[in-house]
């Protein structure tokens, strides 16, 4: 079971748009839609951004989206805000009720 | 409000057990929506995926490290624990403790306790 395959780290200004990528494989990403996102904020517990690969917990702005093509996850993040730069994590279901999350993704809104 | 706590030593002594308890205020820890689970991040790495305990009791646990891991409920103190053993410096890390919803139509983690660091020394 290896860890889901994230950038380091991606960037933006201000109002545009970025995408964090999440690849796995057929066992776990593209076997299953049970992708999930994580926001955390430096020493701050991390918080549920999307479940289901695309589905929005209340409470969450719409500026933040899921989807799934294949082995390979993408959350997407429009209208940035200063308030968005955080660390970024996707987990999915990897089958024989075992869980895999990904590596991280460090965003920084320029 | 669902609210997590975990609680436990900060420092544990290499080959010793870790054992921290997550404290579930706001809802019942056996009702049957209800699953738990532990995760855990090393200092400036990613997160872990550590294990689940199903409301039922069943537990399921990262292979890496299923054979040091234990994990349990206690209903009457609406509490579910985690033990590690034989733990070394790789087993330093914050711990978060979660609530997993997991179904055959839905899985996430949420909410997430505040996370207790736990350094492994002697």
């Known amino acids: 079971q290896s860890a889901l395959t994230q950038p380091a780290s991606v960037s933006g200004s201000p109002g545009q748009s970025i995408t964090i990528s999440c690849t796995g494989t057929s066992s776990d990403v593209s076997g299953y839609n049970y992708v999930s996102w994580y926001q955390q904020h430096p020493g701050k517990a991390p918080k549920l951004m999307i479940y289901d690969v695309s589905k929005r917990p209340s409470g969450v702005s719409n500026r933040f989206s899921g989807s799934k093509s294949g082995n390979t996850a993408s959350l997407t993040i429009s209208g940035l805000q200063a308030e968005d730069e955080a660390d970024y994590y996707c987990c999915s279901y990897a089958g024989s009720s075992t869980w895999v999350f990904g590596g991280g993704t460090k965003l920084t809104v320029l | 409000q669902l609210q997590l706590q975990e609680s436990g030593p900060g420092l544990v002594k290499p080959s010793e057990t870790l054992s921290l308890t997550c404290t579930v205020s706001?809802?019942?820890?056996?009702?049957?929506?209800?699953?738990w689970g532990w995760i855990r991040q090393p200092p400036g790495k990613g997160l872990e995926w550590i294990g689940t305990i199903y409301y039922s009791g069943s537990t399921y646990y990262n292979p890496s490290l299923k054979s040091r891991v234990t994990i349990s409920v206690d209903t009457s103190k609406n509490q579910f624990s985690l033990k590690l053993s034989s733990v070394t410096a790789a087993d330093t890390a914050v711990y978060y403790c979660?609530?997993?919803?997991?179904?055959?139509?839905?899985?996430?983690?949420?909410?997430w306790g505040q996370g207790t660091l736990v350094t492994v020394s002697s």
């Open positions: 979660a609530r997993h919803m997991t179904t055959v139509a839905t899985d996430w983690f949420d909410p």
């Open positions: 706001g809802g019942s820890i056996s009702s049957s929506s209800n699953h």
